[in-house]
């Protein structure tokens, strides 16, 4: 999806995409035994990091 999101120039597959990403990791985090808690909370916060706007990746650019 995110792939998706790049290739149509449209930022909700590539945001949609990104998330799932996350979505894995943490899992996967909770499947390696680790707190599931912890790791639920750090990527919800990277999750929410990524989706601020002044945060430097996703910053658009302007055309001029």
């Known amino acids: 999806m995110t792939y998706a999101g790049l290739e ?3 930022s909700f597959w590539f945001f949609l995409g990104v998330s799932l ?3 894995f990791a ?3 985090l909770r499947y390696f ?3 599931p ?3 639920f ?3 919800s916060a ?3 990091l990524w989706y601020l706007p002044g945060f ?3 910053k658009r650019s302007s055309a001029n």
């Open 8 to 10: 149509r120039d449209s």
């Open 21 to 23: 990403i996350f979505l």
């Open 26 to 28: 943490a899992v996967t």
């Open 33 to 35: 035994r680790r707190r």
């Open 37 to 39: 808690r912890l790791s």
């Open 41 to 43: 909370t750090v990527t």
């Open 46 to 48: 990277l999750l929410v």
């Open 56 to 58: 430097p990746c996703t």
